[in-house]
C-alpha cells in the first residue's frame, strides 16, 4: 500500500491564475478589468495577461485561430467560475451597486454560509464569483466548512435578491444580520434560479 504521506507535496503550491482561449480578446479583457479590476501587463494581438495585485499575471487570455465556440458550455464539464473576494461587505456590496449602473447583473446569488456570493458570466460566458467572507478569517471559515451540521446539510447555499441586501443596508442593518437573515430566506428572489448552471451566451 503506497504511503499516504507521499500523496501530497511536501510544500504546496498557491493558486496563481487562469488561462481562457478566446474569441473575444478586447472584449473579454475590458470586462475584466471594469468587473474585477484587472489591468493588462501585457496586451498583444492574440493575447493578454491581466493582473489587480501583486502577481505578474491573475487571468491570461490567448486567442488560436482553431478555437471554436463552445458547445452547450452551461451542461459541459470543466471549469464553472472563477472566484475574486473582497476584504469587507461593504466594498462588496458597493461593487455590486457599481457594476448594476453599468448594466452588468449576476445570474445568481448565493448565501453559502461561509462567504456571500454574486455570480457574473463574462462575454464567453465563464463564470466570476465575486464574494466577500462572511467570518473575515479565512480559518475561521475554513473550521465553519469542515465542522458544521449547516454546511453540510447544505452546500450550494441560499438563494437572495441583492437589491434586497442593498436597501436593507441602507435602512441600518448591520452586515452580519443581513447575512441572518439571508439565510432564514427573507431575501428570497421572487423567481429564484433553476439550478447553478451558467447561462448560454453564444
Known sequence: MPNPRKRR?????????????????????????????????????????????EANHRIALLTHPKTKKPVDKPTSAGLHHTAFEYAAFDEWLDNY??????????????????????????????GVEIQVDLFGDWHVSTEWMWASREFAENSTGVWFDSDKLVEARAQGVPHDEIHANARSGKYTPENPPADILLPEVY
Request: charged share 20%; net charge negative.
Open 9 to 53: 507535496p511536501i510544500i504546496a503550491p498557491k493558486l496563481h491564475h487562469a488561462t481562457f482561449l478566446t474569441l473575444k480578446l478586447d472584449e473579454m479583457a475590458s470586462w475584466y478589468e471594469l468587473v474585477c479590476g484587472l489591468t493588462p501587463v501585457h496586451y498583444s494581438d492574440g493575447a493578454a495577461w491581466l493582473t489587480n495585485d
Open 97 to 126: 451597486v457599481r457594476l448594476k449602473d453599468e448594466g452588468i447583473l449576476p445570474f445568481m446569488c448565493l448565501d453559502h454560509g461561509m462567504t456571500m456570493s454574486m455570480y457574473y458570466a463574462d462575454p464567453e460566458g465563464n
